[in-house]
């Protein structure tokens, strides 16, 4: 039995019910070019590879790699990429892609922000996550939860929150729920975002200071009569703000350099 590691955050699913609810929502199709983050003992490798021609999977820990390698016949069907999917390069895979996997929650934000740099050669993607980050992507503003994260990724996502799990799905079982999310990339014409390095600055900036009015956390970017040109209250704070309105922000501040 392998021995789940801290330093990979693993925590490996095993509820069966669960899991087929997930290949359910993935929905996978014969031909589908698909890749499967950090595959642990296969929980979900199994019965993908039961629906596709082919999978890829990304994995770190040399003793799962060598697992797979045994569990598997080395056909071609199940392809085996070593490596962290961290500095994983998508561009190697045909598109359009279609990716899965249960995070590990340590470095669950940054994975996300990485597929994101990807969007153009996705089709979708279906992962397990921290409840607590399921929420966080698909928030509404004014809301606790609404913040940087949810910004950053709705603005390029359309998002969705499908399936509660509770720890007890798993071993050992987390301290947390999870929960699983499907991102679909929204089409280059329905993203407003035409600088997205001044974007993310003016996002950050935004909540790196939530209690603070955008008066004194944007005011970098935006004077009095910005404010009003824009229609936007400087007393609000940055969890006010619809994506549209950091939209409108960035394009009014583009246009003006």
């Given at each position: 039995?392998?021995?789940?590691?801290k330093?990979f955050?693993?925590?490996?699913?095993?509820?069966?019910?669960?899991?087929a609810d997930?290949?359910?929502?993935?929905n996978p199709?014969?031909?589908?070019?698909?890749?499967e983050?950090?595959p642990?003992?296969?929980?979900l490798?199994?019965p993908?590879l039961?629906?596709?021609?082919r999978?890829?999977?990304?994995?770190?820990d040399?003793?799962?790699?060598?697992?797979?390698k045994?569990d598997y016949?080395?056909?071609?069907?199940?392809?085996?990429h070593?490596?962290?999917?961290l500095?994983?390069?998508?561009?190697?895979?045909?598109?359009?892609?279609?990716?899965v996997?249960?995070?590990?929650?340590?470095?669950?934000s940054p994975l996300?922000?990485?597929?994101?740099?990807?969007?153009?050669r996705?089709a979708?993607m279906?992962f397990?996550?921290q409840?607590?980050?399921?929420?966080r992507m698909v928030?509404?503003?004014?809301?606790?939860a609404?913040g940087?994260?949810?910004?950053?990724?709705q603005?390029r996502?359309?998002?969705e929150k499908?399936l509660?799990?509770?720890p007890?799905?798993f071993?050992?079982a987390?301290?947390v729920?999870?929960a699983?999310v499907?991102?679909?990339?929204l089409?280059?014409?329905?993203i407003?975002?035409k600088?997205?390095?001044?974007f993310?600055?003016i996002v950050g900036?935004?909540?790196?200071q939530?209690r603070?009015?955008l008066?004194?956390?944007?005011?970098?970017?935006?004077?009095?009569?910005a404010?009003?040109?824009?229609?936007?209250?400087?007393q609000?704070?940055?969890e006010?703000?619809s994506?549209?309105?950091?939209?409108?922000?960035?394009?009014?501040?583009?246009?003006?350099?």
């Open positions: 039995m392998h021995k789940a590691k330093r955050g693993q925590n490996f699913l095993v509820d069966e019910s669960i899991i997930i290949v359910d929502a993935i199709k014969f031909e589908d070019n698909m890749v983050i950090g642990g003992l296969g929980a490798t199994r993908l039961k629906r596709l021609e999978l890829h999977v990304v994995e770190i040399r003793d799962i790699i060598e697992r797979l045994s016949p080395q056909d071609g069907r199940l392809v085996i070593e490596g962290d999917a500095k994983f390069d998508l561009a190697m895979l045909p598109a359009p892609l279609r990716i996997g249960n995070l590990p929650y340590n470095i669950s996300l922000f990485h597929f994101a740099d990807h969007a153009g996705i979708d279906h397990m996550l409840d607590e980050v399921v929420e928030a509404e503003p004014s809301t606790p609404y940087r994260l949810s910004v950053m990724l603005y996502f359309y998002m499908l509660d799990v509770p007890e799905s071993r050992p987390p301290k729920n999870s699983i499907r991102m679909i990339p089409p280059d014409d329905r407003a975002v600088n997205e390095a001044l993310s600055r900036s935004a909540f790196g939530r603070k009015t008066r004194n956390t944007l005011r970098e970017f935006l004077d009095e009569s404010f009003a040109a824009l229609g936007i209250d400087p609000l704070r940055a006010n703000l994506v549209d309105e950091f939209e409108r922000i960035t394009s009014h501040v583009d246009a003006r350099k």
